[in-house]
Nanobody
Framework: QVQLVESGGGLVQAGGSLRLSCTASGRTFSTYAMGWFRQAPGKEREFVSTINWSGGNTDYADSVKGRFTISRDNVKNTVYLQMNSLKPEDTAVYYC?????????????????WGQGTQVTVSS
């Protein structure tokens, strides 16, 4: 059974940084793409970033482009989201996800397995 465990969330002031981690188990990590999504209170879950199986291709939502960086370590079975220049509007629960594809995915419908989420709160 595939399991994803996120960590690294917390409270940070605007302009600060956080690095989220998501460690996977239960199958061969390096075969599959990964994604990060977030959900703010009262809003729908939205795409943040995605990375393909090898880490050679990445993409971002326009709202985080230039501030967030996704990466993966296929030896450690872990995907990371480095978040810099954080803004109050980045406040949300952040989820990592994976599915059955090796290429990048942008919709939550493309992902089959989800972590429990980690809270990120950015104060102004």
């Amino acid at each position: 059974q595939v399991q994803l465990v996120e960590s690294g969330g917390g409270l940070v002031q605007a302009g600060g940084s956080l690095r989220l981690s998501c460690t996977a188990s239960g199958r061969t990590f390096s075969t599959y793409a990964m994604g990060w999504f977030r959900q703010a209170p009262g809003k729908e879950r939205e795409f943040v970033s995605t990375i393909n199986w090898s880490g050679g291709n990445t993409d971002y939502a326009d709202s985080v482009k230039g501030r967030f960086t996704i990466s993966r370590d296929n030896v450690k079975n872990t995907v990371y989201l480095q978040m810099n220049s954080l803004k109050p509007e980045d406040t949300a629960v952040y989820y990592c996800a994976t599915g059955d594809r090796s290429g990048m995915g942008y919709s939550s419908f493309e992902y089959k397995y989800w972590g429990q989420g980690t809270q990120v709160t950015v104060s102004s």
